[in-house]
Each structure stands twice: as structure tokens, then as C-alpha cells.
């Protein structure tokens, strides 16, 4: 993460999806994220440590915080939602994804996740009119050739056997419990799974999250 980069845009988006009023001004740097997020499909993680987007696919792109506020109003704006801390889950059309990314037929669904140490932003493309579930489906997978593993930050109890486990076997849609009487699959909540780092079965990471550079810092 940039060294240099000063928690209080984190705090200032913290506060934008709080209710708080945000003067918007011209910003160049929120423009090019806002095309960025609106490219494909997106999860975004903006923390104290950084503003990082993660595509379908495996490629990350990290921003400076300082656009993060500007970012996150237009996108509040554009949906006339006026927050007050909760998760948000709702639809842009063509015309809005027009207006923010100047990206043609790019409707999204797009879900908003405070917290108190991380914020999480997915898009996704609609797979059906009207509104989005209360989750957005997983980003699909950088790799399908190789044996992943997500690696978290807290340990994570399986449903099934209630082994805990900081390190679980990762498919596109469900995780897979290394217990050795279970060997089960489960789907981990939204949040759990956006925050876990990908590594290969060779110990490679494939993709990096903020929450783990904390621990190591
Ligand atoms: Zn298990």
C-alpha cells in the first residue's frame, strides 16, 4: 500500500455513507476509477491502508485514497440513495454507467458494505431485472487451471464440522473444509470471502487484500 497515504479519506467516506453532506468538486483521479469499477465486474476494498479494485480475473489496481470520498458520493448520488450507515444494495442502468464511466450498456448492480475497518464495493452485470440480491455472486476466479487456497485473516469455523481453519481450498462458488472426517463445501459470507487472499498450491499469491497487509505490517 502507499506509505504516505493518510487514513482520513477513510474516514471521510466512513462518514459520506453515514448521511454526512459531501460538496462534490471536479476530480480527475474519481473519474478514472469510476471507469475502472464500471470496466467488468469489480470488487473494491477502500480501508485506512489503501484503495485497491480488484477485476474478474485476477488483476488488481491500487488508487490513491484521496479520490475514494469522491468516488463513493457519485455513486450514492447518481442512485439519489442518501445512506445512514447501513449495507446498500441497488441497481444503475445503462444511462447512469453512462453518465459516471461514459461506458455504453454497462448496467450494474452495485452493493455497498461499511464497516468500520474496511468498506466493500462490488459490481456485478445484472442477470435479471429489477433489483440485486442481498449479496453480489463471487468475482469469478483468477485461475481456473490451478489448485487455489483462501488464506484469512481470522480463522473461519466450517459449518459442517465447526473445525476452525484460517486456510480453506477455494472453487468459484464454495470453499472446501480440510478437516480430515469432513471435507465438506460451503459458500462463506460475502465479506469473509472478499477479504481472503488467494494463494496457489505452490504458495504463490494470487491475489493480495489489505486486511492481511495489516497483520503483517
Ligand atoms: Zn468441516
Same mark, same amino acid.
Given at each position: 500500500m502507499l506509505s504516505n497515504d493518510?487514513?482520513?479519506h477513510f474516514a471521510r467516506v466512513r462518514e459520506i455513507l453515514q448521511g454526512a453532506t459531501f460538496e462534490p468538486r471536479p476530480?480527475?483521479?474519481a473519474s478514472s476509477i469510476l471507469r475502472a469499477l464500471f470496466t467488468g465486474e *469489480?470488487? *473494491?476494498? +477502500?480501508s485506512p491502508r489503501g484503495f485497491v479494485v480488484r477485476f474478474a480475473g485476477g488483476g488488481t489496481i491500487p488508487y490513491v485514497s484521496e479520490a475514494a470520498?469522491? *468516488? +463513493?458520493?457519485?455513486?450514492?448520488?447518481?442512485a439519489q440513495i442518501c445512506p445512514q450507515g447501513q449495507a446498500l444494495a441497488f441497481r444503475l442502468e445503462d444511462e447512469d454507467s453512462y453518465a459516471l464511466a461514459g461506458l455504453p450498456d454497462a448496467a450494474r448492480w452495485v452493493w455497498v458494505m461499511p464497516g468500520e475497518d474496511v468498506v466493500l464495493v462490488s459490481l456485478r452485470r445484472p442477470t435479471s431485472a429489477g433489483p440485486p440480491p442481498a449479496e453480489p455472486p463471487p468475482l469469478p476466479l483468477p485461475s481456473k487451471l490451478k489448485k487455489l487456497y483462501a488464506h484469512l485473516a481470522q480463522p473461519l469455523a466450517c459449518p459442517h464440522c465447526a473445525r476452525a481453519s484460517s486456510v480453506y481450498r477455494a472453487t468459484q462458488? *464454495?470453499?472446501v473444509c480440510g478437516g480430515p472426517r469432513c471435507g465438506q463445501s460451503f459458500s462463506p459470507p460475502h465479506r469473509v470471502r472478499a477479504l481472503a487472499e488467494l494463494r496457489d498450491d505452490a504458495g504463490g499469491t494470487v491475489r493480495e487484500t489489505t486486511a492481511r497487509a495489516k497483520i503483517y505490517r
Amino acid at each position: 500500500m502507499l506509505s504516505n497515504d493518510p487514513p482520513v479519506h477513510f474516514a471521510r467516506v466512513r462518514e459520506i455513507l453515514q448521511g454526512a453532506t459531501f460538496e462534490p468538486r471536479p476530480n480527475s483521479r474519481a473519474s478514472s476509477i469510476l471507469r475502472a469499477l464500471f470496466t467488468g465486474e *469489480t470488487d *473494491t476494498e +477502500i480501508s485506512p491502508r489503501g484503495f485497491v479494485v480488484r477485476f474478474a480475473g485476477g488483476g488488481t489496481i491500487p488508487y490513491v485514497s484521496e479520490a475514494a470520498p469522491a *468516488t +463513493i458520493h457519485a455513486l450514492l448520488a447518481r442512485a439519489q440513495i442518501c445512506p445512514q450507515g447501513q449495507a446498500l444494495a441497488f441497481r444503475l442502468e445503462d444511462e447512469d454507467s453512462y453518465a459516471l464511466a461514459g461506458l455504453p450498456d454497462a448496467a450494474r448492480w452495485v452493493w455497498v458494505m461499511p464497516g468500520e475497518d474496511v468498506v466493500l464495493v462490488s459490481l456485478r452485470r445484472p442477470t435479471s431485472a429489477g433489483p440485486p440480491p442481498a449479496e453480489p455472486p463471487p468475482l469469478p476466479l483468477p485461475s481456473k487451471l490451478k489448485k487455489l487456497y483462501a488464506h484469512l485473516a481470522q480463522p473461519l469455523a466450517c459449518p459442517h464440522c465447526a473445525r476452525a481453519s484460517s486456510v480453506y481450498r477455494a472453487t468459484q462458488e *464454495t470453499w472446501v473444509c480440510g478437516g480430515p472426517r469432513c471435507g465438506q463445501s460451503f459458500s462463506p459470507p460475502h465479506r469473509v470471502r472478499a477479504l481472503a487472499e488467494l494463494r496457489d498450491d505452490a504458495g504463490g499469491t494470487v491475489r493480495e487484500t489489505t486486511a492481511r497487509a495489516k497483520i503483517y505490517r
